[in-house]
């Protein structure tokens, strides 16, 4: 308290207003800084399993031999399946799983997504453990296509093998959930929304056939042909809905097993090869980022998440010599860990950035990058509060009452939001002053929140247009929001000229919410906060000012950063095709309960939004 | 004025009509969450004594109804709330909207800045009425207390009714309606003398003769206790038996029921040793009721600041806190516009408010549902919100010293003090 | 073509068997299909109530008639079960799912006692010593998990001559059953396993089985002469996976066979030497008794008749067309029932007995009778604070209604809000639920205990959905493995027939749940001790210290004394007002 105090005097000093754009500059680049030191050994850790009844890699593996033989019919009857409708591929895959006496059910569903109609059928079978009560399931999911869209042929065959080698064992004690999806994201997510009865009835089935409480979902991803094609690595697929991770206890198993055991090397975030430099490593990290940061579903696994499912996804790639087999052996080897759980993965990391298949960082590390970034919104924020309660108290207060004067400035915009009074008439000064003061806290509010209700509006727009219309709309967006806030600018100077405090008080709640809004979601989407953090950095450094000298350039700068503008540069680099990512984050927001849009248009874009009005308000004033 | 008063009223009504229709299933998310609802005021909670009640088995023989008996009947009259909700909604919007007319009147009657005794030197420093009327009405916490048609909500409109009636002498209604809140929630009982001697001070004040201050108090002891057993008694009846006292006060007293509020007790006692259980339990109770006696006799000239500061304590130290209770402190505070001035970590602790409400809700997300946190995050967050809400309260306190001390040396009036 | 062969008479025979002889035993075999066995041990004695009373035990186990009397109990049913029964592949349940219990152990009781506080420490009395004899935690048996049910079981005795007694029922859902639970109860048995069909129990079989439940069932019964017997029914019943119990135990792998073993689907066009489509066995697996049971059958028990049907103690069901090869050194005898399809053998005495089933083709089959219910439970919802639990009950019969009573008992920590109780009727909006009783738990007390008594009409689903929320509990009452969750015991369904076979009645059981609880973070204790009585001292602290000060101008502190040290001492003061503000 003391500490504060004494902050609270120096509040006294006028040098103090000048402090807060460096603090927030320092807090900026000690936060990226941060981040970049994150992949030195000195900062990150090896990977270790702390659970230690999964015992990776302890037991041995008999998926071999004969099975062999039998792969490979399973992979031609798929093959055979490929051109089929619908309805023959579920009747002949269920027959499949029933001649090894499995509980066989069936599941259609279909979404409606950006004018799209996503319908398709899963197929699933129960083996249920003999040593099992019923209590606990695991599952093993092979989409029938992957997440490119190609037939997921020795994938779903290698899960009928298992099937069939899984029932002779007398040692499950949880029930093993074979899972053929009718694709790599909706089939998943209809299904597990199933099993937790958090489905709509009317256009997705529900489950006749249900076991215990998921322990754990492992996907397989193996598009080879009917004639087999041997791999080079294990490519693990980690990322949840809404950057959601899963416990890091399963992915240190499977890269345990397929490394120490079968020999496989693994790799993780499309990184080909990882010569585990420092270069490698951040760029392995950045991408996790920015794939956590988007928040859509990265494999079947994905969808698994949100119901605190762990889960991964174990996609072939490259050309080398690991046959079916080895990855059979691999699944064996991990279901037989997760069979041996006593309780659910609680004991590691679920928030963790991974730098290489055997390095990571845990939130500890890396939280305060993200929290330095959203803390500098919250000083620019206080300090400008300040400087609009200095400005409209021009009488000179006694030395000692000054510092009750400024606190009692701060007391409207507390409480106004903390207790949503539309006056913030609370100030200590004559009435003359007194009522402009009143009159001045009411247009920043109510533009503040008329911003923030704006972003309703593409919201809804983006989410509900039939795909012919996006590209349109995306485009007329695109305009509108570079024009906006000079329109709005225009218009204030205009109707109502907005006093200095004004603008500085707009800017000031703006940047407060922001920060509050990024340092909540720095705790539940890491990335996300830390993207949108960086590419709002330049708001809290620009101000109304009339010269146009600066007031131009900061603009300017505003206008790139446009989140729109961001998007459409972002799908330029990455080669993208803008309207194929809205149609995708129109199906995310329907299909998997996708979060990110509603942070970019309720978060990033008002905060954007009022700092461009802000300049340009300078522009005309 | 009257207009405006009209228009405000209106259109918190309107608010909490729409919110109620336009979203049938936010009253259900609401009363879901452990910061809105605990388990001595949850709406399901009633529900479920009512479906028990009105089937004939005892509520109060079970682990779920921990709620004042009466309110059974007075809900049985209702329809059924889960297919026709509307006769509740509006119930509990009227509820709102006389706890606002309760507010008005408590500020009308100028007794937080000039009592008999004391005359505040910054009495000029003030809010309309509708203004603090309005705080209260479109307080978020009072909104989501309403949609959630928590039962706390009743208890706040008691004791803003009590207020009310206290700063105005009237001594009947008064002891009534504290009489009241007590049964509903035990611990407003603890406000009593603070506004027996607001109620005193004011009847004082208008007749020439003022009553003798003992006789005064306990004529209106005597009545209250009356009042109070009356009610039990009347309960007792229709339950058919005392055993519904150890399901409502003994589960207030006790804390059998750990689960998470935004409160310091949940947690502490989740962790404590058994062997030590009943020891804290008295230690916990008896501080809350310590600052009674303290802060009336200290600042007996101000009894409603007292009773205020008192309601502010409520809201961070009972057992069963939730943000209904934030949200009445919070919506009284602005009664003492004066002493903003004086108060010094406002911002700072309005701030952490603002952080801790919106934090709250992620890390309770992360540990129930995503699985990926544990209890120590939302526990972390219950001891920010706790330690913000009293900062004000000890920060206000301060001022209100400050501005007493303003008016017996006026010539230290801006002056350093210090404390001996 | 399967010739359609009636079962019914089954049960009644094994039913009839017993009357008057005072130690009968019988097993029954019978091939499932999926290569399963069941197999159905059965062992009864009985001893005149008189010679009970004067503790003058013959047949009767003594250790276990002691406990009776010590805690007054008339009659007994005790159950260790394990698994799950197949209704869909395996058909209707052994005796009709009288004999066998929820997952884990089942006890329930009719206790004779004057008053309810009686009756239940006498209860604790008998699983306490229950849980001695059998080596069984039964004695976790307490108030919380201890019911009395009202409409769902009904005695099997004849009570006529006990006025007030007493019904408690008890569940360990989490109970693991296994060996040390098998030894005491062949103690419990006239020939100990050592002859008779009890010398084939080996607990690594029966605890390799997929289902298999135990049962001890003490009765008292009366004739119409008045004389009563106590009658003790002991039965084993499990379904062996027969592939998998004819393998040795010294090498239990299921290694690939080798490709040649394999029957592959020549027809299939890629069908070559390196790909193979597995053809699913047609003909019936060949077994015999040492190799599926891992023991062999060392002939009759001697206390058992030697004449009559109750001589012939082991019966298998087939096919008349399965051939069915005797393996003893002894004499034995075979007779047919049933239209052959029921063969019994009377055992030699001190002769090793085997049964011997070849690899068979079949034309015909059994038809196994349909179950009258099945049920399903299942945990909705997710996220620890709160859930829904849905059971969906489906009567297959397409003529005859049923009627039921279900039992639901539930720990404290979940809490039912039976106001959103809610029963469907797949294709028809009338209420099933006929009666309810409802108990509601309290906290750390007793357990939820909840009883409907439902109607379902013919060939139609009823789902019974209901809301509940979860308690978190003090730290110190989490098991070891909190975050596995807890296990909720089976709901019990008891059917409601007016045509009832035997006094046993008809039961069906769910599977157990697992309920994941809320968990504080188990090394805090301290920490949070320190940190909330920090801000809690804080706020105290504050406050307190506001009130008892008094305040006063600083420069009035600093002009008490002069000179240098007082002007420094001033300083500080005035710093420390600075910083303490």
């Not at chain 1, 899984?166 to 299904?191: E, M, N, Y």
């Not at chain 1, 199933?194 to 215990?212: F, M, R, V």
């Not at chain 2, 209904?324 to 009664?335: G, I, N, R, T």
Request: proline letters at 6%; charged letters at 15%; aromatic letters at 10%.
């Amino acid at each position: 308290m003391a500490l504060i105090a004494t902050l609270l005097a120096l509040r006294k000093d006028a040098r103090i207003l000048k402090l807060p754009p460096y603090l927030s500059a320092i807090c900026i680049i000690v936060g990226v800084a941060w981040l970049l030191v994150l992949p030195l050994d000195e900062y990150s850790r090896n990977t270790y399993v702390s659970e230690n009844a999964l015992l990776p890699g302890q037991v041995h593996t008999y998926f071999t031999g004969s099975e062999h033989n039998i792969f490979r019919a399973y992979r031609h009857e798929v093959a055979g399946l490929a051109d089929r409708s619908v309805e023959e591929r579920t009747q002949r895959l269920s027959d499949i799983f029933r001649s090894s006496n499995l509980k066989v059910a069936t599941q259609r569903y279909s979404y409606q997504a950006a004018g799209r109609n996503i319908s398709n059928q899963n197929v699933y079978a129960v083996l249920q453990g003999p040593r099992a009560d019923a209590t606990e399931a695991i599952v093993l999911i092979g989409a029938w296509t992957n997440m490119d869209g190609q037939i997921n042929h020795s994938g779903v065959a290698l899960v009928l093998t298992l099937a069939r080698y899984f029932k002779r064992w007398s040692l499950w004690s949880k029930d093993v959930i074979f899972l053929v999806s009718g694709d790599s994201t909706s089939g998943p997510q209809a299904w597990v929304d199933a099993y937790h009865d958090s489905h709509n009835p009317d256009t997705i089935e529900s489950l006749s056939i249900k076991s215990g409480a998921l322990q754990g979902a492992v996907a397989v991803d193996y598009p080879a042909g009917p004639w087999g094609h041997r791999y080079d690595k294990l490519h693990i697929v980690y990322d949840g809905v809404n950057g959601q991770l899963p416990n890091l206890d399963l992915f240190n198993t499977a890269v345990n097993i397929a490394n120490g055991q079968m020999g496989i090397s693994c790799t993780l975030q499309r990184m080909w090869k990882h010569g585990d430099s420092y270069q490698e490593r951040l760029q392995t990290m950045l991408r996790g980022m920015i794939s956590q940061g988007l928040g859509h579903a990265s494999g079947p696994h994905s969808s698994f998440m949100p119901y605190h499912v762990d889960a991964i996804t174990l996609q072939t790639v490259g050309d080398g010599w690991h046959d079916e087999m080895g990855l059979g052996r691999t699944v064996e080897s991990l279901f037989r860990s997760l069979n041996n759980l006593l309780e659910h993965l609680h004991q590691s990391f679920f928030f963790y950035l991974l730098l290489h298949s055997k390095r990571f960082v845990s939130i500890g590390t890396y939280l305060p990058s993200a929290m330095l970034i959203a803390a500098n919104f919250s000083i620019t924020a206080i300090a400008l509060w300040v400087q609009s309660g200095r400005s409209t108290s021009p009488i000179p207060n006694p030395a000692s009452t000054s510092p009750p004067s400024t606190k009692a400035n701060e007391k409207p915009e507390t409480t106004m939001t903390a207790v949503k009074t539309p006056d913030g008439s609370t100030t200590l000064i004559p009435t003359p002053l007194l009522s402009i003061t009143e009159r001045a806290l009411f247009l920043p509010l109510s533009f503040i929140l008329f911003t923030h209700f704006l972003g309703l509006l593409p919201l809804y727009i983006f989410n509900n247009t039939p795909e012919p219309y996006l590209r349109l709309s995306f485009e007329t967006t695109l305009a509108l929001t570079t024009a906006l806030p000079l329109l709005i600018a225009r218009a204030l100077s205009l109707f109502h000229r907005p006093t200095h405090q004004e603008t500085t008080l707009i800017q000031c709640f703006s940047l407060l919410l922001l920060g509050m809004f990024l340092a909540a979601l720095a705790t539940l989407n890491f990335s996300l906060s830390f993207l949108i953090g960086i590419l709002t950095t330049p708001l809290s450094f620009v101000r109304a000012s009339r010269n146009r000298l600066v007031a131009l350039p900061a603009l300017g700068v505003l206008l790139a950063l446009n989140p729109v503008v961001v998007i459409r540069a972002a799908t330029v680099y990455w080669g993208k095709d803008v309207v194929e990512i809205l149609v995708q984050a129109a199906e995310g927001w329907h299909v998997w309960g996708l979060w990110t849009q509603v942070v970019v248009w309720l978060v990033w874009w008002p905060s954007w939004f009022a700092g461009a009005v802000v300049v340009g308000s300078g522009l005309f004033a | 004025m009257d207009r405006q008063k009209v228009l405000l009223f209106g259109a918190a009504a309107a608010v909490r009509l729409l919110l109620f229709t336009a979203f049938p299933s936010l009253p259900h998310l609401l009363a879901g969450r452990v910061e809105v609802s605990t388990p001595v005021t949850s709406f399901k909670r009633l529900q479920e004594g009512l479906f028990l009640y009105t089937h004939n088995v005892s509520p109060y023989d079970g682990g779920v109804y921990h709620q004042a008996p009466l309110l059974l009947p007075l809900f049985s009259l209702l329809p059924n709330p889960s297919y026709y909700p509307f006769a509740t909604n509006v119930l509990f919007t009227v509820v709102d909207l006389l706890g606002a007319q309760a507010l008005m009147q408590i500020a009308d009657s100028g007794q937080s800045v000039k009592t008999r005794l004391f005359e505040s030197s910054r009495k000029e420093l003030r809010w309309s009425s509708l203004a603090m009327a309005a705080g209260f009405l479109f307080n978020p916490f009072t909104i989501a207390t309403c949609i959630a048609r928590s039962t706390s909500a009743l208890t706040n409109l008691f004791i803003l009714a009590a207020m009310a009636k206290a700063s105005q002498g009237a001594s009947i209604t008064f002891v009534f309606a504290i009489a009241i809140a007590s049964y509903l929630s035990m611990h407003p009982v603890l406000l009593f003398p603070p506004l027996l001697l607001l109620c005193y001070h004011v009847r004082a004040s208008k007749s020439a003769s003022a009553p003798s201050l003992l006789s005064f108090a306990i004529g209106h002891a005597g009545a209250l206790a009356s009042t109070c057993g009356g009610l039990l008694y009347v309960s007792a009846l229709l339950t058919g038996s005392w055993e519904f006292m150890r399901a409502t006060y003994g589960v207030r007293l006790l804390l059998p029921d750990l689960t998470p509020n935004v409160g310091l007790w949940w947690y502490f006692f989740t962790e404590m040793f058994d062997s030590f259980r009943e020891f804290f339990l008295g230690v916990f109770w008896l501080h809350v009721a310590s600052y009674m006696p303290g802060l009336t006799i200290r600042l007996r000239k101000q009894p409603l600041f007292v009773a205020v500061t008192l309601t502010g304590v409520f809201a961070v130290f009972t057992p069963y806190p939730s943000i209904a209770d934030a949200a009445l402190y919070l919506s009284l505070v602005p009664l003492f516009r004066h002493l903003f001035p004086l108060m010094r970590y406002t911002f700072l602790a309005s701030a952490t408010i603002l952080y801790a409400s919106f934090l709250g809700p992620a890390f309770y997300y992360l540990w129930i549902y995503a699985g990926s946190g544990n209890a120590n995050f939302f526990y972390a967050i219950t001891l920010v919100w706790s330690l913000g809400l009293s900062v004000i309260v000890g920060d206000s306190l301060y001022a209100a010293l400050r501005d007493e001390l303003d008016v017996e040396r006026p010539e230290l009036k801006g002056k350093e003090v210090k404390r001996i | 073509m399967p010739s359609f062969l009636s079962l019914l008479l089954l049960s009644i025979i094994l039913a009839t068997v017993s009357a008057g002889s005072d130690y009968t035993e019988r097993l029954l075999l019978r091939p499932l299909p999926q290569s399963a066995l069941l197999a159905s041990f059965n062992f009864r004695s009985n001893d005149s109530q008189l010679s009970f009373e004067e503790q003058n035990f013959r047949y009767f186990p003594r250790s276990l008639g002691q406990i009776l009397q010590h805690a007054h109990t008339k009659e007994l049913h005790l159950r260790f079960s394990l698994g799950r029964w197949d209704a869909e592949s395996w058909g209707q349940r052994p005796w009709n799912g009288a004999r066998e219990g929820g997952t884990g152990v089942e006890l329930w009781a009719w206790v004779e006692a004057d008053d309810e506080d009686e009756a239940f420490s006498r209860w604790l009395t008998l699983t306490n010593a229950l849980s001695g004899l059998f080596c069984a935690s039964l004695n976790f048996i307490d108030a919380t998990k201890t019911i009395r049910p009202v409409m769902s079981f009904q005695p099997e005795g004849d009570h006529s001559n006990a006025p007030n007694l007493h019904l408690l029922h008890g569940t360990l859902p989490h109970e693991v059953v296994c060996t040390e639970n098998l030894t005491p109860f062949l103690k419990l048995l006239p020939c100990k396993g050592k002859a008779g069909i009890s010398s084939l129990l080996d607990g690594h079989k029966l605890f390799d089985a997929s289902w298999q439940t135990m049962s001890i069932d003490v009765r008292p019964t009366c004739g119409i002469d008045g004389h009563c017997t106590l009658e003790m029914e002991q039965s084993v019943d499990m379904v062996l996976d027969i592939d998998r119990s004819k393998r040795p135990r010294d090498n239990p792998i299921p290694r690939p066979l080798p490709i040649e073993e394999i029957k592959c689907d020549t027809s299939k066009g890629y069908n070559a030497g390196d790909t193979c489509y597995p053809l699913d066995k047609s003909s019936e697996p060949s077994w015999n008794l040492t190799e599926v049971f891992g023991r062999s059958l060392k002939g009759a028990c001697p206390l058992t008749d030697q004449e009559g049907e109750n001589a012939e103690t082991v019966c298998i069901n087939t096919p008349p067309e399965r051939t069915v090869d005797v393996n003893t050194t002894g004499s034995y005898i075979e007779s047919r029932a049933v239209g052959d399809t029921l063969r019994c053998y009377k055992l030699p005495t001190g002769h090793d007995f085997d049964l011997n089933l070849p690899s068979q083709q079949m034309t015909t089959g059994l038809v196994l009778p349909s179950p009258p219910l099945s049920a399903a439970r299942s945990i909705n919802g997710h996220g620890q604070e709160r859930g829904s639990i849905q059971t969906v009950i489906t009567n297959p019969s397409p003529t005859s209604a049923v009627e039921f009573v279900y039992l639901e008992s539930l720990p404290w920590f979940m809490k039912p809000y039976l106001h959103t109780l809610r029963a469907r009727i797949s294709a028809s909006p009338e209420n099933p639920v006929l009666e309810t009783y409802y108990r509601p738990a309290v906290d750390r007390l007793r357990g939820t205990h909840l009883e409907l008594r439902m109607r379902i009409p013919a060939a139609s689903t009823l789902t019974l959905s209901y809301d509940f929320e979860k308690a978190i509990l003090r730290y110190t009452e989490y098991p070891p493995d909190a975050n596995r969750g807890f296990d909720v015991a089976p709901a019990v369904i008891s059917l409601i027939d007016p045509a009832a076979s035997d006094g046993r009645g008809q039961y069906v059981r769910t599977t157990s749940l697992l309920l994941p609880l809320p968990t504080p973070d188990f090394s805090m204790p301290y920490n949070v001790i320190i940190l909330t009585s920090t801000v809690m001292a804080l706020g105290f602290g504050n406050i307190f210290n506001l009130l008892v000060r008094r305040f006063v101008g600083a420069e009035e502190v600093v002009a008490g004394g002069g000179g240098l040290g007082a002007l420094v001492r001033g300083k500080i003061d005035r710093l420390k007002g600075l910083l303490g503000k």
